[in-house]
């Protein structure tokens, strides 16, 4: 499934927001991203705010696909379990 088939408000949110270049450098707590989130930028809380907000739209964008478009199950089922 691409982001193409989904619908699209859920699905653009969700690739805009795996795509944003802050989240990126918050892969690893390093000197791009320190764990001292007072200053704001890139810091774990909002690495992790955006995951959470990737997950909502995608699950979003899963539930509301039309009835003839298959998906697996276990798809939702690992999103609850990252969430």
């Known amino acids: 499934q ?4 989904l619908p699209v408000p859920f699905a653009a949110a969700a690739l ?11 892969s690893s707590i390093n000197e791009e991203c320190p764990p001292d989130s007072q200053h704001g930028g890139p810091n774990p809380l909002s690495a992790l705010n955006t995951w959470n907000y990737v997950m909502n ?6 539930r509301h ?9 276990q798809v939702m089922t690992a999103i609850g379990q990252v969430q």
């Open 2 to 5: 691409d982001a193409a088939t």
């Open 16 to 26: 805009w927001a795996v795509s944003l270049p802050d989240l990126a450098k918050c």
């Open 57 to 62: 739209n995608l699950r979003a964008a899963i």
């Open 65 to 73: 696909t039309t009835s003839q478009t298959q998906i697996d199950p």
